[in-house]
């Protein structure tokens, strides 16, 4: 299991709409690039993200630049 990949696809779907919409419109293209295998990408492709709005919607904006920062390295 790729942790890392899980965590910052996740990650960064609840604190970059863009990419949460892409996410659920075009999983593929969305996780395109990071180590994730195929059953964690049917996993994520699968979620409700929903929840994720609602946890993105209560995140500071200075949490979501850090881990933005944090993702990319």
């Keep these: 299991m790729s ?3 899980v965590a910052v696809v ?4 609840a604190v970059d709409q863009n990419f949460r919409h892409l996410l ?12 994730l295998t195929g059953e964690e990408k049917q996993a994520i ?5 929903r929840p994720l709005q609602r946890l993105a919607d ?9 881990f933005v920062s944090w993702a990319s390295r």
């Design 10 to 13: 996740i990650g960064l779907a």
């Design 24 to 35: 659920e419109s075009n999983p593929h293209d969305a996780m395109e690039g990071y180590e």
């Design 45 to 49: 492709a699968g979620m409700d993200f």
């Design 58 to 66: 209560s995140l500071n904006h200075r949490l979501k630049e850090w």
């Design 3 to 5: 942790k890392k990949g």
